[in-house]
């Protein structure tokens, strides 16, 4: 009897400070994704935009996109502006709402830097690769710059919420599968999945968090 008492007693500290830190994990981790279902829906509708208004140029303007083959960056440049400033309101926003103080901040500070960063790789690398050409077709920076960003999701869901790398897989699934055998109907195609994606992405998130 009273070795089960302290056995009890000894296994009761454990289990207080194993539920401590699986509360402080789980508030780490909803820092990091605060806002996520929010900020997944805004990317997939500048994706989207992105997608359809490239491809409304190239087919309403031929001739200027030939000549002017850098056209999608300065498109691309305004919406991602307007992502990251919209991005970083819902997720302040989301972010106090869990945590108030230096802990939010710095966190919301490492997922703005982490996007920051793959979306200016999208941007960059295809430049370094000398993509940015009269000769190079614009599919084929669309499908550096879309694997760049499929990569941010799968890297960032491994760190923080494996819900999120399944979203960057299937973002960019379609979006090949698409571009090599849906022909002209590739680009809305991969617009309309990718808004299809992201929903059920940010569905899976709230239905989650309710449980």
Known sequence: MQNAERETSATQPEESWNAIHDTMDRARSSMYVAGMESIMLLWGVIVALGLLGQSAISAQAPEFAAESPWFPAPLWGVLTAAGFAA???????????????????????????????????????????????????????????????ALGYTLFGIMHRPVLAAVGVGFAAPFYLSSHFAGDAAIPISAAATLLVVSLGAAWIRWSDSR
């Open 87 to 149: 991005s970083a309101i819902l997720g302040h926003r989301a972010s106090a709402r869990n945590a108030a103080g230096a802990a939010s901040k710095r966190a919301g500070l490492r997922v703005f830097f982490f996007w920051l960063t793959v979306t200016g790789a999208a941007f960059i690398v295809p430049a370094a690769a000398g993509l940015w050409t009269a000769d190079v077709e614009g599919i084929t920076i669309a499908r550096v710059s879309i694997g760049i960003v």
